[in-house]
Nanobody, 122 residues
Framework: QVQLEESGGGLVQVGGSLRLSCAVR????????MGWFRQAPGREREFVEA????????LYGDDVKGRFTISRDNVKNMVYLDMNSLKSEDSAIYYC???????????????WGQGTQVIVSS
């Protein structure tokens, strides 16, 4: 049993930056691969970034590579998504997820947070 809670979303301007956080509770973060996904109104869930248990391997979605960075701190039980050069197309609800393998597929993950909203204006 693991509980996830995202935070850090908000309203930003095109070209701005934002950091999202995911707090992991109930189990040690080191037991899980972690991923970030997003979903915009009228669209299906989209893969953003993923990271393995130790932080040595990362996966990137085509739309965010070079702009977003995923990281983890297994001591603090925290996962982060640093977003730069934001575009209007990045507006979505962002979710963190925990699972047994590092994957770009949502079905490979077992636990999900409630999401945090990011709106990129103009």
């Amino acid at each position: 049993q693991v509980q996830l809670e995202e935070s850090g979303g908000g309203l930003v301007q095109v070209g701005g930056s934002l950091r999202l956080s995911c707090a992991v509770r109930g189990r040690a973060l080191s037991n899980f691969a972690m991923g970030w996904f997003r979903q915009a109104p009228g669209r299906e869930r989209e893969f953003v970034e993923a990271i393995d248990r130790s932080g040595g391997i990362t996966l990137y979605g085509d739309d965010v590579k070079g702009r977003f960075t995923i990281s983890r701190d297994n001591v603090k039980n925290m996962v982060y998504l640093d977003m730069n050069s934001l575009k209007s197309e990045d507006s979505a609800i962002y979710y963190c997820a925990a699972g047994p393998k590092t994957s770009s597929r949502a079905h490979d993950y077992e636990s999900w947070g409630q999401g945090t909203q990011v709106i990129v204006s103009s």
